[in-house]
């Protein structure tokens, strides 16, 4: 069974950092590329970044760039995302995700056959 499970979120305030985790279980890790999107209230699920398997293709967002990071540990099967100046648009439920056949960093959602439940960020003012 695959589970991917997200940590590290939290209360953060505005021009503050936060590092989220995406521990997977149950594939083979390095297989698959790895995706984080976010979803705010009332808002569509949103493309964050995404990486390939070995870590050296990533893709991010329009709103990401310069201020996230993402990377990856094959060994630790972790995926993680650095966020550093946060503002309260950035307020949302981040998901990790992980997609088997991956063309490269893909950021429609529906490449991506799992998902984990997601860890909340907000971002006060």
């Known amino acids: 069974q695959v589970q991917l499970v997200e940590s590290g979120g939290g209360l953060v305030q505005t021009g503050g950092s936060l590092r989220l985790s995406c521990a997977a279980s149950?594939?083979?890790?390095?297989?698959?590329?790895l995706g984080w999107f976010r979803q705010a209230p009332e808002k569509e699920r949103e493309f964050v970044v995404a990486i390939n398997w070995s870590g050296r293709n990533i893709r991010y967002a329009d709103a990401a760039k310069g201020r996230f990071t993402i990377s990856r540990d094959n060994a630790k099967n972790t995926v993680y995302l650095q966020m550093n100046s946060l503002t309260p648009e950035d307020t949302a439920v981040y998901h990790c995700a992980a997609a088997r056949d991956f063309n490269g960093p893909d950021n429609r959602a529906s490449v991506y056959d799992y998902w984990g439940q997601g860890t909340q960020v907000t971002v006060s003012s």
């Open positions: 149950g594939l083979t890790f390095s297989n698959y590329g």
